[in-house]
């Protein structure tokens, strides 16, 4: 029995071996998963397209500069002819050749169309920039979302070396009670609480550990690599501590897309102005007819001819039926305006947001620290009165939850400056 106890103990060793054998720890820096990004997420990928797709819709527009050109050709069979006087009376039947053609071909070139044309191809092109920018704030988007898992990471690989750190220091004390029970100067109830800590310790650790894979997981996802590498995060840089200028409110991704769909309301306003105004083109032709049936009897012969010449089209109902047209374009134009205007508070407002907090970061990180400096001369005094019988195991439990959760604030408080230095950028659309 116990050889099979052996062999089963072996095969599940061999197992996690091989399966921990397949992951591969690599150091990532946050420019580098951008990169990655770049080339691999598959939400950048479908931006990509709709702008290949925008730049297809500016070289459609630019067809109508061409020429249109027009062929047909018809085959045909004719019945004979009856011809009759005009009160319908002394019909006869005149014969018509059977086979019949008909071929014509047409060349025009419109020369004035009111604008027409040149604003649809302004438009195209105006849909063409709104597409690059809405695939750089797609861009934006997923950096951003890469951005605060990797410092979500970067702040959990901290916690775990705190935690570590916390069970380390709480297996020495753990050790020293019992040499003290030994002694008969501890009490057994105490090393109970002190195991209860430990054991609360390696469990928040289990939890830190199950969130670095979950995170790990949704990192390579949207960086396009596998799921068998773990995502090391570099040792952060200490926390910025050169304040940037502010932004521009200006140059913001979301004010350039309402400055393009405003342009785009007044080009559309164009284009109805110019359904007033007629349409001039020039054509050409060349037709082929046969049988020439306009001759009694019917000629069995090709009948060719040529034309050039101007022509003008103007559609009168355009008088009377553009006027709501243009008003309706006309408040569209007043509303992409307007929502230009809101798009500049917005981002205003929250740009100044977004910095206001990014400097209170920093505070927040200076009083952290000191709360760090506190906590541990704290443990240290509890911790030193203990041991020489002048505090109890409550205060010793209570210096080090509080040395722990200054820690682990603190760590918090740095990563936190360089999320609203992300931040920032990202909402200035210069992540």
């Not at 990928?45 to 527009?61: H, L, M, P, Q, V």
């Not at 500069?65 to 319908?88: C, H, K, M, V």
């Not at 000629?299 to 109902?317: D, Q, R």
């Not at 005094?381 to 200054?406: P, W």
Request: a neutral charge.
């Amino acid at each position: 029995m116990s050889k099979f106890y052996f062999l089963i103990a072996s095969f599940i060793t061999l197992c996690l071996s091989s399966l921990y054998a397949q992951t591969e720890n690599r150091a990532f820096s946050i420019n580098e998963l951008f990169r990655l990004a770049d080339e691999n997420n598959r939400s950048i990928r479908a931006y990509t397209t709709a702008i290949s797709e925008a730049e297809a819709g500016i070289k459609t527009a630019k067809n109508a500069y061409l020429p249109s050109i027009d062929a047909s050709l018809s085959l045909i069979y004719n019945g004979n002819g009856t011809i009759t006087d005009r009160n319908f009376s002394h019909s006869f039947v005149t014969p018509i050749p059977h086979f019949g053609n008909n071929f014509a071909m047409e060349v025009s070139q419109v020369i004035f169309a009111g604008g027409a044309i040149r604003n649809g191809v302004k438009i195209a092109e105006l849909q063409q920039q709104i597409a690059n920018l809405n695939a750089e704030r797609n861009r934006q988007e997923v950096r951003f979302l890469i951005a605060g898992n990797y410092l979500e990471l970067c702040k959990l690989q901290n916690q775990l070396q705190v935690f570590e750190s916390n069970i380390t220091q709480t297996q020495k004390v753990l050790e020293n009670m019992r040499v003290r029970l030994k002694e008969g100067i501890a009490l057994q109830n105490d090393i109970t609480r002190y195991e209860l800590q430990l054991q609360n310790l390696n469990y928040n650790k289990i939890q830190l550990q199950n969130a670095m894979t979950l995170l790990n997981n949704q990192l390579t996802t949207a960086v396009g690599l596998t799921s068998d590498i773990i995502i090391v995060p570099e040792t952060m840089v200490e926390a910025l501590r050169a304040t940037p200028l502010q932004p521009a409110a200006t140059n913001t991704l979301s004010v350039q897309m309402a400055e393009k769909s405003e342009k785009i309301a007044k080009h559309a306003e164009k284009i109805t102005y110019a359904e007033r105004l007629p349409q001039i083109a020039l054509f050409a032709g060349d037709y082929l007819n046969g049988p020439v049936t306009i001759e009694i009897p019917a000629l069995n012969k090709n009948f060719n001819y040529w034309a050039v010449g101007v022509g003008i089209k103007y559609n009168l109902g355009n008088l009377y039926k553009s006027g709501v047209k243009i008003r309706a374009n006309q408040l569209a134009v007043k509303r992409a305006g307007e929502e230009k205007i809101v798009a500049e508070e917005q981002i205003a407002l929250a740009l100044e947001e977004a910095f206001v907090h990014y400097k209170e970061a920093f505070t927040l990180l200076e009083t952290k620290e000191k709360s760090v400096e506190l906590a541990s001369q704290n443990y240290n005094v509890i911790a030193y009165r203990y041991d020489n019988d002048l505090a109890l195991i409550t205060d010793l439990l209570d210096a080090a939850s509080q040395k722990l959760d200054a820690e682990l604030q603190a760590i918090n408080a740095k990563i936190n400056i360089i999320y609203n230095y992300y931040k920032l950028k990202y909402i200035s659309g210069t992540l």
